[in-house]
Every structure is written in structure tokens, then in C-alpha cells.
């Protein structure tokens, strides 16, 4: 059983930064590939960003290409979202997920284990 929690969400302002972390307890989150998703009041999940085991390949969504960064430390059993730029359409609850494999995986039925989420707000 792996359990994932996210930090490190909270209400900024358009413009600004934020960086979420998912620690994973339980059985370790390698080797496989991991991603966060996003979704918004009255709107379907959305994929954001996803890295593979390694970290050596990762794969944004357009909306945020260029503005997020997500990266891993395995030995801390975490995965990171960097945030920059971050836009009122960018508020969300943001979850992680641990992929089926090692790859790098975009379609929410490719991922096996969820975290509960941190919502992240930006005010215009």
C-alpha cells in the first residue's frame, strides 16, 4: 500500500510561485514514473506534469509548459512541482499519482495510487 500527501498549496497572487511536494510512505514510490494532476470546481482531472523513474524524461501539459517544473528525489521517496507564473486558471486541487510502471504516463487510468490533494488558489 503506498500512501502519497501533498504540501504545500495555498492562495497567492497571479504571478507568483509555488512549489508542491508528495512524499510517499509505505511501499517506495520507485520504480515507478509519477505525475500530478490537477481539477478544478465543476471540471473534469486534468494532467499537469509527469516524470519517469529515473527522472530522466518528463511530459507537460500545454497550459503549463514552460511555467511548471516537476522533478523527483527518490531517496526522499518525493515528487515536486515547481510553480511559476501561476494564473488564476491554474487554481485547483492538485494530486499526485504513482504511475503503473517506470515510464512517463498521461491518461489518469495509466496511475495506481492518489493522494488526497492541496488546493492551490490564484487571485487575479
Known amino acids: 500500500q503506498v500512501e502519497l500527501v501533498e504540501s504545500g498549496g495555498g492562495l497567492v497572487q497571479a504571478g507568483d510561485s509555488l512549489s508542491l511536494s508528495c512524499a510517499a510512505s509505505?511501499?517506495?514510490?520507485?520504480?515507478?514514473?509519477m505525475a500530478w494532476f490537477r481539477q478544478a470546481p465543476g471540471k473534469e482531472r486534468e494532467f499537469v506534469a509527469a516524470?519517469?523513474?529515473?527522472?530522466?524524461?518528463?511530459y507537460y501539459a500545454d497550459s503549463v509548459k514552460g511555467r511548471f517544473t516537476i522533478s523527483r528525489d527518490n531517496t526522499k521517496n518525493t515528487v515536486y512541482l515547481q510553480m511559476n507564473s501561476l494564473k488564476p486558471e491554474d487554481t485547483a486541487i492538485y494530486h499526485c499519482?504513482?504511475?503503473?510502471?517506470?515510464?512517463?504516463?498521461?491518461?489518469?487510468?495509466?496511475?495506481?495510487?492518489w493522494g488526497q490533494g492541496t488546493q492551490v488558489t490564484v487571485s487575479s
Open positions: 516524470i519517469s523513474y529515473r527522472g530522466g524524461s518528463t
Open positions: 499519482a504513482r504511475g503503473k510502471g517506470a515510464g512517463v504516463f498521461d491518461l489518469a487510468s495509466d496511475f495506481r495510487a
Open positions: 509505505g511501499r517506495t514510490f520507485s520504480p515507478y514514473g
